[in-house]
């Protein structure tokens, strides 16, 4: 079990004994110092914990568990049959429809949509940290049976003291990340749009989808970027996962003056690219009002951000493929990038495709 300081683990690093959360977009200069943990809601809030033990995963011994304290404890999910939909399949090819009539009528190109499965967890009722469940648990498992390229982990109980945090996941998907190059610091991204089975499953419409996304991203970019420094490194690369096949390209550029000044970096980065553009749509402003419309829970950190950001360094992942507890109740979002190509039908089981391996993995 957790203990009542917190940890998380997130792109090598693992941390424990949380001593301080900021809201990120009432103080984001505080980010410019330490290292922090992030995680930031679809919606727009975004907090970050600063932990005072901060180490290296590559040398923790070998059999720990994510935060590097010893061994994971058992994980108790909830039972298989215990999942609901906040959309069911009539709701959610309805939804479909919606948006490629709001398509033909030129509002706008690309919309995500998504819904959110839900189960009461056994034992996980109250707000002491003996009652939360063990994060640490459910990481390990994830790890096991569904190791991601930009898997991570945040738990920060009640009992801390401290504004309460628990996500677990086994993204796939680079938000941003941020590091020194030879002109200034360098800013990427990494959008998924197309998923199948095998890569034989995947379609013209799943290509022209990420061609579109990247695009938007790459717009996102030149807002923060200096005039020029803005390119596509790869486009269309087909990247395997357990259970199912991605198309990822990457995005990069060199970071404006005038952004990295102090206390502008954070503020600048996220009104630019937040939410990120591949589980929002295009253009991202239309395709947020008709995700306001349609979708009938909130996405919390589904489709947010969650990772790390260290001075001038920052790792972030796209919050999909997460696991959220609260109040008793374990979620988990799923969501599909919905064109004038979209089949309904085939749209729901894309939600299906990518929920039913991890789904299985946090069930008893």
Not at 5 to 13: E, I, K, L, P
Request: glycine content about 10%; overall charge negative.
């Amino acid at each position: 079990m957790t203990g009542a300081t917190g940890w998380a683990s997130f792109a090598g690093r693992v941390a424990t004994d949380a001593v301080e959360c900021v809201d990120v977009l009432e103080q984001p200069e505080r980010l410019e110092t330490g290292t922090w943990f992030v995680v930031a809601d679809f919606e727009g809030r975004a907090r970050a914990w600063r932990f005072n033990q901060v180490r290296d995963a590559s040398r923790e011994p070998a059999g720990a568990g994510p935060d590097g304290t010893g061994p994971a404890g058992t994980w108790h999910g909830p039972a298989s049959d215990t999942w609901t939909t906040s959309m069911d399949q009539v709701t959610y090819e309805a939804a479909v429809e919606r948006v490629r009539e709001y398509v033909r009528e030129g509002e706008v190109y690309q919309a995500n949509i998504c819904r959110v499965l839900s189960a009461p967890l056994p034992g996980s009722v109250g707000g002491t940290a003996s009652a939360e469940p063990d994060a640490r648990a459910l990481a390990a498992r994830l790890a096991a049976g569904n190791p991601a390229p930009h898997a991570a982990a945040v738990h920060v109980p009640a009992a801390s003291g401290l504004d309460p945090v628990w996500v677990v996941s086994a993204s796939p998907e680079l938000y941003l990340s941020l590091a020194d190059g030879p002109d200034g610091p360098v800013v990427e991204s990494g959008p998924i749009k197309g998923t199948a089975r095998t890569p034989d499953g995947l379609t013209d419409k799943d290509r022209a989808e990420n061609v579109m996304i990247t695009d938007l991203v790459r717009n996102d970019l030149q807002t923060v970027c200096r005039p020029g420094t803005v390119e596509v490194t790869s486009l269309l690369a087909v990247e395997e996962h357990p259970g199912l096949v991605h198309l990822v390209s990457r995005v990069r550029g060199t970071l404006s003056d005038d952004v990295v000044r102090p206390g502008e970096l954070w503020p600048r980065l996220l009104a630019g690219t937040f939410p990120p553009g591949s589980v929002s749509g295009a253009p991202k402003s239309s395709a947020l009002r008709i995700i306001r419309e349609l979708e009938t829970a909130p996405r919390g950190p589904y489709c947010g951000a969650v990772g790390w950001v260290d001075g001038g360094r920052a790792s972030l992942a796209v919050g999909i493929r997460t696991f959220w507890w609260a109040d008793g109740v374990l979620r988990f979002g799923t969501g599909a990038g919905i064109t004038w190509g979209s089949d309904p039908t085939a749209e729901w089981h894309e939600t299906e495709l990518k929920a039913e391996r991890l789904v299985a993995l946090a069930s008893s």
